[in-house]
């Protein structure tokens, strides 16, 4: 147990020294703009439908408070990036100690997580919330975990793909009562932002739509032909 505590409090003091940089990148902005805009009635910032709204929830409600919004916004986001470490270290725990501790180690010192831990982006949080979601389903927390699925899925969408990995899981185990808990947990957020979609854009799936779309526009892909 102590070797992961030893672990996480390296991973977040060797981060912390790139909380105070101010450089970010262009979705990030987008992100703080976003909040901005949820929380003064669009008369500040910007909106882009395509977007997930959960993080832009946060980042608005941040510079609502008055807070300085890079500074607080790298910090949630590294606090975020140090609990996914202890969650993969809770589930590999499941089945040995050992399992727990190299796991985390392992996705600690990969470069690319280490790199994005104190990015504002929307990456980190929705593993969060599916990690969370799969150590709930592994204690028989299914509403709960639903629940959390829904929130990777609206910090995400692509992460709504951990309520099928649930289904199968589930539905292969002849568990379909518990899967409809799951449902019923997911539902319990998806729902209310579907008819904010549908308020915002005139489509309960417009903004799920306009992402896919933007995902699929070449203008937006990367094209290096040497």
């Known amino acids: 147990m102590k070797k992961i505590f030893y672990f996480l409090i390296l991973f977040f003091a060797l981060n912390s020294f790139f909380i105070s940089r101010y450089d970010l990148y262009w979705d990030e902005a987008v992100y703080i703009g976003m909040g901005k805009s949820l929380y003064s009635d669009s008369s500040i910032g910007l909106m882009e439908v395509f977007r997930p709204i959960f993080l832009p929830l946060v980042l608005g409600f941040i510079w609502k408070l008055g807070l300085e919004i890079i500074v607080a916004g790298k910090i949630i986001s590294l606090l975020m990036s140090t609990i996914c470490l202890y969650l993969v270290y809770l589930i590999g725990k499941e089945k040995s100690e050992k399992t727990g501790v190299l796991s985390a180690i392992i996705l600690g010192i990969t470069p690319v997580y280490f790199l994005y831990s104190t990015h504002m982006l929307t990456e980190i949080p929705s593993v969060l919330f599916s990690l969370v979601a799969i150590y709930l389903l592994i204690k028989k927390r299914y509403l709960f975990s639903g629940v ?48 904010y979609s549908y308020v915002s854009n005139g489509s309960f799936m417009g903004s799920i739509i306009s992402a896919s779309a933007h995902q699929s526009n070449l203008n937006y892909s990367i094209n290096d032909s040497r």
């Open 148 to 195: 959390f699925s829904g929130l990777s899925f609206l910090t995400k969408f692509p992460s709504g793909l951990i309520l099928v990995i649930i289904g199968i899981i589930l539905i292969k185990d002849k568990l379909l009562k518990k899967y409809i808990r799951v449902l019923v947990g997911f539902s319990l957020l998806v729902l209310p932002y579907l008819v």
